[in-house]
Every structure is written in C-alpha cells, then in structure tokens.
C-alpha cells in the first residue's frame, strides 16, 4: 500500500461562498487542523446569492451544536425566530387548513400509532383536528415559545423547533466563525480550471487577475452556474420537474409587522404557493409557481397583494429547475447546495441537505487517494437523501382535491415516483406508514400532511377500533386540554425572544 493513500488532504478549496460554502468552511474548519489541512474559500462580492432560504428545520439546531455555537448569540447574529412548524392553508382544498408540526403528535399508546386513535375518534362525531394534539401546533396557535422541558412527563418534552433567519446575516456568521479558525478568504472570479490529463481531477483554479489556486480536494458551491459540476465535470442533470412543476419565483422583503408568529406559513396560490417567513427585523415573501401556467406579471401581482405590510425593495425573480445532479461527488469535487440540485423551499430542507452533504463528507472523509468505494457510498447516501425530500414534497401537490385551475388539475393527476406511491397506498387503504432508511420525515410528518390534505384511511386498526368510544374521547380529550392549558401558561414567542435573544 502506496503513502498517497495514507497522506491527508493537505489544501481544501471551497468555490463560492452564501450558506453553502460557509457552512463548508465552518464545519471543516472546527474539525481540522491548519497545520495539516489548508482550507481556502474563493468568492466574488460581485456575484450575489439567491438569499432566500431563510426557514429551517430542527436537524440545523445538531449543525450549530457541532460548531459549538451559541444559540442566543446565533439568534442575535442572524435576526432570528423560533419556528415550531408550518401552516399549510389552501393545500387539500380552498378554504382548508392544517399545520405540519415538529415534534411527535399526540401519544402512541399500548405500541399502536396515535392517529388510529384520531380516526377512531373521529368516527364518532369528534371533528376537533389532528393539531390539536401536538404541543407544537397548539404553542404555535397560540402565539407562544419555550424551550423544550428535559422531563419526560412534562408536555413540552414534546416541543420541537427550528429557526426563521437571515441566510445572508448566518453566512457572514459563519464567514467570521471560520476566518477566526483559520480559512482563508480569496475575493476573485475563477476564469481557468486546470485538471490532471490521466485521472480528470481539478488541479488548479485561476481567477481573473491571474492568481493561482492550486486544492488536492475541491466544493463546488457555485449556485445554479454549478461551474465545476455541470461546466467543468460535466455532471448530467435529473430533472423532476415533471413531478415538481413550479420553475419560478418572485421573493421580496417587507417591513415587520404585528406580534413575531413561530411558524412558517405556506399559502397555495392558482398556480404555486406563497410563502411568509418573519425574522426579527423584516418579514420574507415568495411566490413559487410555474411558467407553463402563469406568466411573470400575474405571479408579481399575486405575490404583492399578498403581502400584510410595506415591501422593502421591488420584487426580485428567480429561474430554477427541479432535480438533482446524478452525482454529487465527481473526480475529487463535491457539490453542495444549488450545484447539487434544487428543491423547492416548502419543507424548508435547502440548508438540511448542505448539511447533510457537509456530514456524509466528514463522515467518510477522504486520505489524499480517494478510494472509489468511499465516492459511491457518498453519491449513493446523497442521493437517497434528495430522493426521500423529493417524494415528501410531491405528496403535498398530488394529494390535493383542487380543480379550480389548470395547475391544480395537473398535480392533482399526474403520475408519481413508485416510491411515493406505495406509500400512499398503504396509508389509504390500511392506515399506516413506516419509516425507512433512517429518512428525515418523521411517521408524524407524513401523518400530518395524509390527513391534512384529506387522505382519510379506509379503516382503523381493529384493536382500536374494539375501544369503547367514550374512553378514547375521554383520552383524547385530557390530552388536548392538557396541552393547551400548558400553552396558555407559555410566555409568547416575543417575550421569550426579547430576553433571550433579541437583535441589536
């Protein structure tokens, strides 16, 4: 066995900066000695980034605690909020509207899930809705935030949360957090990329005034243009627009306005949906939605009159496309974030997924000699990750009863991944849902958006549906109450904001 396969990396590259190359840079550089391992970050002030990314989900809180950041000094730092979930209105039907929770939804008693207990309850004339059994949910009804409660007996055991920011504020955070750790900063526009002629690795990057950067391991984090992955390596792309049709935006930012919701909220709209994330300092707004059925002028119009107070700019579009590159990890580059793939921001999984591409790297991390074995399991670990978002999210789109416009009647009818199919089957026609290969999305989360959108199971499982009707009411009914009385002695989400991690 040669010493190249034992020597470590010795000069890491990070091309582009926003969250994904600074959330690169921050995570290595908590991990790896300067003295071995140099990282160095290249990019451009006149090269903006889409900065639209602001909600999250709580696997971002695991992230901050690896870099051992501060969480009040975080909130500080990027004008945060607390998030608890997102409410979904206009989804199944006009007029409907739910709120997908984090944290777990009621309690699963005697090994059977809670929702047979729900459906059971419901067919006895109990309407009240699923939500109503999730700490979450009520909290975020309600207006109120507290940290989670260590005893398990406690109600807010069960609260789970994640965070409304400023992705361009928590990128110029992390760019400090690594800069203090040793990263090197290069400003400059890459006009050259060199590889070796026998194995096509990137060797060096040459910017625009003639500096050399040479890296024996490179990111790419280069937004859509995916210079290196798509221009340089030439990475095929996977499109799933078929499935996800929307390829448009037009975001804009207004002022702050009323009491600090923690929750995300995600209207549909006639041909998309529009989102309202509120951070301390301003409030952020987009209008997802898709060419083929609306132009640019009616989705502006829609988005403006949307919005519930005074935009600070003019509406800024933004051209996507849905899907994934076939290979995350080619020759010895990785992309991360918009060069990987593109997601839709309904679930809030962008800054998740360069998490997770961070992680599956540090995980498998690479001597100097990248075994083709360790890039196969990364590319095979990412893409499954994409693929298990994608289905998720396409289950919000087909699992409607709309038909009030053209685009609904598309989703409505269109043919979905087989993936997303079985499971909706399942869930149909016998009320259940399993988890496989450790996927992001919770039983919960699935359960949330199923009877939300108006997937009501044929049956109930037979050991609950044995129960006498009036204990499981009983139950159900302690426990609603319960939890609200523990929301109502809550501070609001405002009061805890302002003494422990107000803005300056």
């Known amino acids: ?24 840079a921050a995570a290595l550089s908590s ?52 998030k608890l979930g997102i409410e979904f209105k206009d989804w199944g039907k006009l007029g409907d509207s739910y709120i997908h929770p984090f944290g777990s939804i009621g309690v699963d008693m005697q090994g059977i899930d809670f929702h047979h207990y729900w459906l059971h309850n419901r067919s006895s004339g109990n309407s009240a809705p699923l939500q109503n059994y999730s700490m979450c949910a009520v909290a975020a009804e309600n207006g109120k935030f507290t940290l989670p409660d260590p005893n398990p007996r406690s109600p807010l055991s069960h609260l789970r949360y994640a965070y409304h920011i400023d992705a361009t504020a928590y990128a110029r955070y992390l760019r400090n957090y690594a800069e203090k750790r040793g990263v090197t900063r290069v400003e400059g526009k890459v006009t050259r ?35 290196l992955t798509e221009k340089i ?3 095929p792309f996977e499109d799933w627009s078929h499935w996800l049709p929307c390829d448009s935006a037009q975001t804009v930012a207004t002022e702050r306005v009323g009491s600090l919701i923690p929750y995300t909220k995600a209207t549909a709209k006639t041909a998309g949906w529009q989102w309202r994330i509120p951070t301390q300092h301003r409030t952020g707004n987009g209008h997802i939605y898709s060419s083929k059925f609306m132009d640019d002028a009616e989705a502006k119009d829609i988005l403006m009159a949307g919005l519930d107070s005074q935009p600070l700019s003019e509406p800024r579009k933004i051209s996507f ?29 962008s800054l998740f997924l ?7 790297f540090i995980s498998l991390f690479p001597s100097a000699d990248v075994s083709d074995v360790v890039r196969t399991e990364y590319n095979k670990q990412m893409r499954k990750e994409f693929h298990q978002v994608r289905d998720f999210i396409i289950l919000h789109y087909v699992a409607t009863e709309r ?14 991944p087989e993936s997303l199919k079985s499971k909706m089957d399942l869930f149909d026609k016998a009320g259940r849902i399993f988890r496989y290969d450790d996927e992001l999305f919770s039983k919960e989360s699935w359960i949330a958006v199923f009877l939300g959108q108006n997937i009501i199971p044929d049956v109930t499982d037979p050991i609950v549906s044995s129960l006498p009707k009036a204990q499981v009411d009983h139950s159900l009914k302690s426990m609603s109450g319960a939890m609200q009385q523990v929301a109502q002695n809550m501070p609001t989400h405002e009061e805890f904001l302002q003494r422990y991690g107000a803005a300056v």
Not at 6 to 18: D, N
Not at 45 to 64: K, L, R, S, Y
Not at 332 to 340: E, M, V
């Open 1 to 24: 066995m040669s010493d190249t396969q034992h020597a470590p990396l010795k000069h890491i590259v990070i091309l582009g900066g926003g969250s994904a190359g600074w959330m690169a």
């Open 31 to 82: 991990l790896l000695s300067p003295d071995v391992t140099r990282i160095t970050l290249i990019e451009s002030d006149q090269i903006g980034t889409v900065g639209v990314g602001e909600a999250t989900i709580p696997d971002m809180i695991n992230f901050n605690r690896m870099l051992g950041i501060n969480e009040a000094e975080f909130l500080k730092a990027t004008n945060g909020t607390f």
């Open 193 to 227: 990329v060199d590889q070796q002629n026998e194995t096509g690795d990137i060797t060096t990057l040459t910017l625009e005034n003639g500096q050399t950067i040479t890296g024996d391991f490179f990111f790419d984090c280069t937004g859509f243009r995916s210079l």
């Open 233 to 235: 390596l030439d990475v």
């Open 321 to 349: 496309k849905t899907g994934c590159r076939e290979t995350l990890w080619n020759k010895n580059c990785i992309a991360l974030g918009l060069s990987a793939g593109f997601l839709e921001p309904l679930e809030s999984t």
């Open 354 to 360: 360069i998490q997770q591409g961070i992680s599956r």
């Open 403 to 416: 038909d009030d416009s053209p685009f609904w009647n598309y989703c409505r009818t269109m043919d979905i």
